[in-house]
Every structure is written in structure tokens, then in C-alpha cells.
T-cell receptor, first 113, second 115 residues
Framework: GQQLNQSPQSMFIQEGEDVSMNCTSSSIFNTWLWYKQDPGEGPVLLIA?????ELTSNGRLTAQFGITRKDSFLNISASIPSDVGIYFC?????????????FGKGTKLSVKP | GAGVSQSPSNKVTEKGKDVELRCDPISGHTALYWYRQSLGQGLEFLIY????????KSGLPSDRFSAERTGGSVSTLTIQRTQQEDSAVYLC?????????????FGPGTRLTVL
């Protein structure tokens, strides 16, 4: 099925570093969501965005809904060890079914050895 | 309160067998969703139930897949004549649909392995 282009696929972080990831699509979305998934768990919603240009923060997390409605980014500032996990973007297409979220393939955050 | 629960947590089956996966949504949530997550992939939408409306089955990959939601609560995802490519984690989520898809709460998933 259709998926969003999420990058990077994986990244290594050192405690205290800022982290940035993004999602792009050729289609227009009216909602962007960012989730985090820990091993053996279901995804947990971090941030929801509803308007083009919207910038929303949740603690050390900041996400933006791109002006074109075709992209979104998530930033994590001053990363800590518990930030490791897989981060997914998800979008709801204009005209799409209420339940039909489209997910990116995820960005895996790991701690630098 | 209790979150979304799924059972079994793990299921190993032989190719060709049928399997049933169960989801207990959060009490009072009117919408229920099933997703499939293959290794290293994002979530793939399968089916969506909302209240008494006809479900959105647009994501079901083949006619071997079906789902029911009885009494507006518990849901069962059935895969008939399982194939090895059906191996994945099957995630269920529920939400108060009136507030939109951002209120989806996910269960821990059922890991299905088809030998």
C-alpha cells in the first residue's frame, strides 16, 4: 500500500544531541501525526498536527506541518537515552477514509556505542 | 483505566491453517482499527470499524482476511489458509472517533509467525 517517505531510516544519537527526522509525500494531507514505538509495544502518539504551517511542541519534541501539506518534520532536542525507539510519521489524506492513516516506514533511533 | 488488549501476544501456525486474532478496545471507544506491521516496515492499514456503520475494508490484502466486531466492542481478525507472507505483527487500535484519528490508542499487537 501507499506509504510516506520517511528519513532517515536510522540514526545514532549521543545523549544531549538534537535529532531531526522528516516525512514527505506526493499527496496532500490534512492531518500529520508522529508516533513512537518501543519494542513489543504498540505505537504511542507524540504530536498531532492539523493545519498547514502549524508548529507544535510537546516537551523536548517539536513538529511542524509543512506549508505545502506534503511534508512534516519532528525534532527532538537534548536527546536522552529513553528517546531510543522507532518513530513513525502518519498522515490522513484529504478525502481519505477517517480510519485510513498512512504510515512512514519509521526512523530507528539508537544510542551511539 | 485499561488500555487496548490483544490476544494472543504470539501465535505460531503452520501454512494453510486458519488463525483468529482478538482485540478488546478501550471501553466506550466507538472506532476500532486493525493494522499489519511487517519487519522493518511501517503500519499497513487493514480495516476500520466505526459504530454501526459498514466497515472500511479497503486495506484487507486478500479475501483470506476478514474481521468482525461484535456488539460494537470486541473484534476478531481472521486469516484463512495462512501463508508465510502473512507473518507480521497485527496491531489493533481504538478511538473516540468524534475526535478524529489522532486519538487512536494502540494495543501491544499479536506477533504471527507462519511456518
Amino acid at each position: 500500500g501507499q506509504q510516506l517517505n520517511q528519513s532517515p531510516q536510522s540514526m545514532f544519537i549521543q545523549e544531549g544531541e538534537d535529532v531531526s527526522m522528516n516525512c514527505t509525500s506526493s499527496s496532500i494531507f490534512n492531518t500529520w501525526l508522529w508516533y513512537k514505538q518501543d519494542p513489543g509495544e504498540g505505537p504511542v502518539l507524540l504530536i498531532a498536527l492539523y493545519k498547514a504551517g502549524e508548529l507544535t511542541s510537546n516537551g523536548r519534541l517539536t513538529a511542524q506541518f509543512g506549508i505545502t501539506r506534503k511534508d512534516s518534520f519532528l525534532n527532538i532536542s537534548a536527546s536522552i537515552p529513553s528517546d531510543v525507539g522507532i518513530y513513525f510519521c502518519a498522515g490522513l489524506k484529504i478525502g481519505g477514509s477517517q480510519g485510513n492513516l498512512i504510515f512512514g516506514k519509521g526512523t530507528k533511533l539508537s544510542v551511539k556505542p | 483505566g485499561a488500555g487496548v488488549s490483544q490476544s494472543p501476544s504470539n501465535k505460531v501456525t503452520e501454512k494453510g491453517k486458519d488463525v483468529e486474532l482478538r482485540c478488546d478496545p478501550i471501553s466506550g471507544h466507538t472506532a476500532l482499527y486493525w493494522y499489519r506491521q511487517s519487519l522493518g516496515q511501517g503500519l499497513e492499514f487493514l480495516i476500520y470499524f466505526q459504530g454501526n456503520s459498514a466497515p472500511d475494508k479497503s486495506g484487507l490484502p486478500s479475501d483470506r482476511f476478514s474481521a468482525e466486531r461484535t456488539g460494537g466492542s470486541v473484534s476478531t481478525l481472521t486469516i484463512q489458509r495462512t501463508q508465510q507472507e502473512d507473518s507480521a505483527v497485527y496491531l489493533c487500535a481504538s478511538s473516540l472517533v468524534s475526535l478524529g484519528p489522532d486519538t487512536q490508542y494502540f494495543g501491544p499487537g499479536t506477533r504471527l509467525t507462519v511456518l
